[in-house]
C-alpha cells in the first residue's frame, strides 16, 4: 500500500482534539483495519502496524475504522479515541454490552435484492441502526438485471423512509464504481450492510479493484451463503474507505429508540399528537395513528413492525441495564473481598 496522510485515512479535527498536549510528541495516530483475537493491524503515515493493546483494552471495544494512538516503536496500542458513528447491534446473549460492528463510518450501504430475499422488515431494523448512529443509509437493491421491473422493489424500498436514496444496480455492470462515487470521495468510508450472497462482495470487489472470493444465491430459496467472514477496511481508488462486514442474518435491537423513530417518521411524528402519552396505538381513544390509518395516510403493515422493533428494543435494553448492573454489583463485592483480605 502507499503512503497514506492522515486526511486520506479520514482524519479530521474531531480526532485532533481529543489529543493531550503530553501525547502530540510521543503517540501516533492510525486506524484500525483488522481486529484479531489478541491483536489489531492498523494503517498509519509511517505504514501498517501491527499493535498489541494496553491493559485495560480489549479488542472486543476496537472496531475496525476505529482511529487510536499507538507506541510504534514498542508496537503498542494506548488508547482508542472517540467515534465520530458506531455502528452495533443488540447483542444475542446479554453480557451489558451491545456487539461493534464498525467504526466512523459515513455512509451505509444497506444492499438486498431483486427476489425473495428483499424483505422490508429486515431493512427497517438495518436503517434503524443507520439512523441511531447517524450514519447515511443507502439501499442497494441488486440483481436488478435478473427482474423483468426492478422499479417495483425500489418503490417499494423508497416507502421506507423520507428521503431515502435507492438504488437498483447489476453488482456485475462495470457501471458500478461510478454508480456509488458520490460517496466514496476522498476520506469517506463506507460500509455495506445486509443478508449473504446478495453481492456486497462483488461490489466490494468492484469499488476497491480487489478480488475476493463471491458466491451466488442458492435458487431454491434465494438464500446466500456467507463469503465474507471478518471485518477489514480496504482502500477505494476514487479516494475513499470501504470496510467489509459479513452477512448478518439474525440483527438484534438495542438502545436504538431515535433509530428506530427516525426510520419510521410518519408514525413518531403522530404519536405526540396522540390523546395519551403512552399510547400504544391500538385501540385507545384520540389515537392520532389509528386515524391516519383509517384516512389511509399510514401503511397498517408499518405500523405493525414499528410496534415490534420497539418492543423488543425496549425489551433488549433493559435486559442490558440489568446485566450492567449486575457486573457493577459484581465488581463491588470482588473489591470488597479483596479489601477485607487487605486488612
Known sequence: ????????LGWSPFYMSQFEIEELESLTPARISTVHRDRVVALSEIGPLELTLDPGITTGAVAVGDWVLCNPAQHRLTRVLDRKTELSRGTEYHTGEKQLIAANIDTLFITTSCNNDFNPARLERYLALAHDALITPVILITKADQTDDPEVYVDQARRLGRDLEVLAINAKSDTVRETLAPWCGKGQTVAFAGSSGVGKTTIANALTGEQAATQDIREDDARGRHTTTGRSLHQIPTGGWLIDTPGMRGLGVAEVAYGIDATFPEISELAEQC?????????EPGCAVQAAIAAGDVDPDRLRRFQKLKRENQYATETIAQARDRYRKFGKMVKNAQNKKKR
Not at 1 to 8: E, G
Not at 275 to 283: G, N
Open 1 to 8: 500500500m502507499n503512503t497514506l496522510t492522515r486526511d486520506a
Open 275 to 283: 390523546k395519551f402519552r403512552d399510547c400504544e396505538h391500538d385501540s
